[in-house]
């Protein structure tokens, strides 16, 4: 379990902001409002509560502050190499530490408390968990929770769309749509005249008649792709249509695939031209220096404002950009796979 790598909305954008505000928002009023540890902290018992107010508001947002950078470090951290949770808690406890020395500083220094700093740092470093772990708690398990509606409501909308159209039952008599010609009728009536007309031998067919109709192949969809890292020892098989797309991370590749109704990545230690040699026979094109897209799964290639870029059409996916080194192979790759 600690070494599972932690799910990518951890280190989300607008969840790290959300945690900061709620953070921020349910310590200062924790601390103001129930005053806990009122002799561990410092001295409050001759101040008004504008005066708590105002210390615990400085304070809360030093922590806020080095929060914020914390988690911006750990966002580009996780993005260049995934982290597991063991990784991840341990990152939770140098955080609270420098809190904690944050804190420390501000009450000798500031407030000026006469206690000795080693003994304010040391009440720190067990009062300050007390308070951050229970906002981190609550905020985690709401962002976990709304990303698990998200991916049902996704699931029921792919669901709907993937419904079977009903057509109305027809009429007994014959009905001709407004939009039919009458070509396709005339065209049927010449076939089936033409074969009236001519003799059937029934030796010719029979020496045209295959002897046993060959076996359906499976669909490419079905075939399962090994995954081997630098050691070539098997590490992971996927089935190839629930393969999104290959990502680089230095020494390692980041498989992004589906797993039931959830987007799953696995850290392999290999080379993107490793993987992109292997691919390419299976539709799998390299649209950026750091980027091995599965082409079957792409819904969109469009361009804005920003370049062009990859869209596989689910909310949780990234888009990927195409850069110009291979926009003209990639358009190239669309034109040729068209129904044109």
């Known amino acids: 379990m600690l070494n599972k790598i932690i799910p990518d909305y951890y280190t989300n954008k607008d ?11 349910f310590s200062l009023g924790f601390v103001n ?24 508001l400085i304070m809360v ?31 939770m406890v140098v955080e609270v530490f420098f809190i904690a020395l944050m804190y420390a500083i501000i009450v000798r220094y500031v407030v000026d408390d006469a206690r000795d700093f080693s003994e304010i740092f040391t009440r720190a470093v067990i009062f300050v968990p007390t308070i951050i772990v229970i906002p981190t708690v609550i905020s985690h398990l709401y962002i976990s929770s709304r990303y698990k509606d998200e991916r049902i409501e996704e699931l029921e909308s792919q669901q709907e769309q993937a419904k079977p159209v009903t057509t109305p039952p027809q009429d007994e008599e014959f009905s001709i749509s407004e939009e039919f010609s009458g070509d396709e009728f005339i065209l049927d009536n010449h076939l089936t005249s033409s074969v009236e007309n001519q003799p059937v031998e029934k030796q010719s067919i029979e020496e045209h008649k295959p002897e046993s109709s060959p076996e359906p192949s499976a669909p490419p969809a079905s075939k399962i792709i090994n995954f081997f890292d630098e050691k070539d020892e098997l590490q992971l098989s996927l089935r190839l249509d629930h393969i999104y797309f290959i990502e680089s991370a230095e020494n390692y590749v980041n498989v992004y695939y589906r797993n039931k109704e959830n987007t799953e990545r696995f850290t392999l230690r290999s080379s993107l031209k490793k993987q992109q040699e292997k691919l390419g026979k299976y539709g799998f094109i390299r649209c950026h220096r750091s980027y091995l897209v599965n082409f079957d799964n792409i819904l969109l290639l469009r361009k804005d404002k920003n370049g062009p870029y990859l869209d596989f059409g689910a ?4 888009q990927i950009p195409v850069s110009k ?5 990639v358009t190239a790759y669309f034109i040729s796979n068209s129904d044109d």
């Open 15 to 25: 969840n790290i902001i959300f945690y900061l505000i709620f953070v921020f928002f």
């Open 33 to 56: 409002l129930f005053t806990p540890f009122q002799g561990a902290w410092y001295n409050i018992q001759h101040y008004t509560r504008a005066q708590l107010f105002t210390d615990t």
């Open 61 to 91: 947002a030093g922590g806020t502050l080095i929060l914020a950078i914390s988690r911006i470090i750990l966002y580009y951290a996780h993005k260049k190499k995934p982290i597991n949770y063991l990784q991840y808690f341990s990152w």
């Open 315 to 318: 909310p949780n996916l990234p």
């Open 325 to 329: 080194t291979y926009l003209d192979s």
